[in-house]
C-alpha cells in the first residue's frame, strides 16, 4: 500500500443534530423517504431545533501519524469518531478511509455479550477481517497481553468495564489494522494496564493511522504526533507543533478559571501582598529562567509552633507542574508571635512557554495538619519563545559541542 497516501481523507464534512426527540426522528423518516427516492435535498441548511455537532472538517493522516483531538465536553471530538467509522453519516462533505479500521469508542463495542471473552477474540477478529488461522497465531499474545486468561470462557456481559478494555486492546493491538480510533476509553483501565496500552500504540502507530481522543494533555503530548482543538464543533487550531496546540487549549480556559474559597483554620489569616512582576490583567508576567518573589503576612494562631509553607505550581489542566516546600531547607518556620512577614524567592522558574496557577499552603510540622490552604491564589505567565514537550524545561550548559571535520 502506497505510504504517500494518506489512510484517513476527511473534506468540509459537517454532521447535524436536532435537539427535539420528536422532531428528529420526524427528520429522520422525511430524510430517509428522499434519500430512497433519489430526491434528498441540500443539507447545508440547520432546520428547527437543529444544531451543527461538525462544522465544515477537514484533515488528512498518513500512516505512522497520531492526530489528537482536544476540546471541550460537547465539541464534536465523539461525533468526529463516529462518523470515521461509519456509525453515522456526515450531511455535508465525504471521508476516504484506505485500510483495515478498528475503533475502541464504547465499551463493549462489537462483542456479543452472551458469548466468551475466547469466542469474541475470534469474532472481532473476523470482523476485522482476520481468518481464523492467522488469529490463532496471535491467540497466546492477545491472551498474554489482555491478563484476563482466567476469566476468558466466562461470558463477557459479566466484566467490568477494566476487563471489557484489556481485552478490547489487546486484540487491537496484536491484529494489525491500517487506521484505529481510540476515545477515552483507556482511561477505564488501571494505572499499570494503561501504561502497557501507551507503550504498544507507539509501536501501532509505526504501521498506522490513529486518532486518539482524551482529556489528558499529559498523554496527548505523550502519542500524538499532531493536534486538532475543536470548539462547538469547528475546527479552531490544527498544529504539528503538539505543546503549542495544547497551551492553545489551555488559553480557552484561562479566563473561566474560578477561584475556589480559601480554607483557614484556628483563626488564621494570610494576606499575600504583589509578586515583584509585572501584572497584566489578572496574570503576572514572568520572564523564562527569572526568580519570583512573594511577599507574604500571616497571623498564624500562636498554638502551632512550627510551620511548612507550600507553594504548588499547577498548569491549566490541574496537573502538578513543581514544588517549593520550606521543608526543603531543613528547618522548620518558627512562629512563637503567631506574626510571619517578610519574602520567599523562589529561582529559576524553568517552566514552559504559558499560564500556571500557584497554590498556597501553611502545615502544622507536628501534625501535617493544613492550617491554611489556598488553591489558586494567583496566576502567573511564563513569557518564552519555545515551546517545549515537558513542563519543565531544564537549562543545559551546550558550550562544549564541537563541530568536528
Request: include cysteine; hydrophobic fraction near 35%.
Amino acid at each position: 500500500m502506497n505510504n504517500n497516501k494518506p489512510l484517513i481523507k476527511a473534506e468540509n464534512i459537517s454532521k447535524k443534530f436536532c435537539k427535539s426527540l420528536k422532531r428528529s426522528l420526524w427528520y429522520g423518516i422525511k430524510d430517509s423517504c428522499s434519500e430512497l427516492s433519489g430526491q434528498r435535498k441540500s443539507n447545508h441548511k440547520l432546520r428547527k431545533n437543529e444544531f451543527w455537532a461538525l462544522d465544515d472538517i477537514s484533515f488528512e493522516l498518513h500512516r505512522g501519524e497520531c492526530l489528537g483531538l482536544i476540546g471541550r465536553n460537547g465539541a464534536g471530538k465523539s461525533t468526529l469518531l463516529k462518523l470515521l467509522n461509519g456509525l453515522i453519516k456526515p450531511d455535508v462533505g465525504q471521508i476516504e478511509i484506505r485500510g483495515r479500521i478498528n475503533a475502541l469508542i464504547e465499551l463493549g463495542a462489537g462483542f456479543n455479550p452472551i458469548l466468551s471473552g475466547y469466542e469474541n477474540i475470534y469474532i472481532n477478529g473476523a470482523v476485522l477481517g482476520f481468518n481464523k488461522k492467522s488469529i490463532d497465531k496471535k491467540i497466546d499474545s492477545i491472551i498474554e497481553f489482555s491478563e484476563i486468561g482466567e476469566f476468558l470462557e466466562m461470558p463477557v456481559q459479566n466484566y467490568s468495564s477494566g476487563m471489557y478494555v484489556r481485552l478490547g486492546f489487546a486484540i487491537a493491538a496484536h491484529l494489525q489494522q491500517d487506521v484505529l480510533l481510540i476515545d477515552e476509553i483507556l482511561a477505564v483501565g488501571d494505572i499499570g494496564f494503561r501504561s502497557k496500552c501507551y507503550n504498544a500504540i507507539h509501536e501501532i502507530r509505526k504501521n498506522t493511522a490513529v486518532v486518539f481522543v482524551s482529556h489528558s494533555m499529559n498523554l496527548i503530548n505523550r502519542i500524538c504526533t499532531k493536534v486538532a482543538t475543536l470548539e462547538r464543533g469547528k475546527n479552531v487550531y490544527s498544529s504539528s507543533n503538539v505543546p503549542a496546540a495544547i497551551q492553545h487549549y489551555y488559553d480557552l480556559f484561562s479566563q473561566e478559571s474560578n477561584k475556589p474559597n480559601r480554607i483557614e483554620n484556628y483563626d488564621s489569616k494570610i494576606n499575600f501582598r504583589e509578586l515583584k512582576a509585572p501584572k497584566y490583567k489578572n496574570l503576572y508576567e514572568i520572564e523564562f529562567g527569572a526568580d519570583i518573589t512573594i511577599e507574604i503576612d500571616a497571623h498564624i494562631n500562636p498554638c502551632f509552633k512550627n510551620i511548612e509553607l507550600n507553594f504548588t505550581f499547577l498548569s491549566h489542566g490541574m496537573d502538578i507542574v513543581a514544588q517549593c516546600n520550606s521543608h526543603n531547607n531543613g528547618i522548620p518556620i518558627n512562629n512563637s508571635t503567631g506574626h510571619i512577614t517578610g519574602e520567599i524567592t523562589i529561582k529559576n522558574i524553568n517552566f514552559n512557554k504559558g499560564n500556571y496557577f500557584i497554590s498556597m499552603s501553611i502545615v502544622d510540622s507536628e501534625t501535617n495538619n493544613i492550617i491554611i490552604w489556598d488553591h489558586l491564589f494567583t496566576q502567573i505567565k511564563i513569557a518564552a519563545s519555545f515551546y517545549g514537550g515537558a513542563f519543565t524545561q531544564l537549562v543545559g550548559d551546550w558550550s562544549k559541542l564541537k563541530n568536528n571535520e
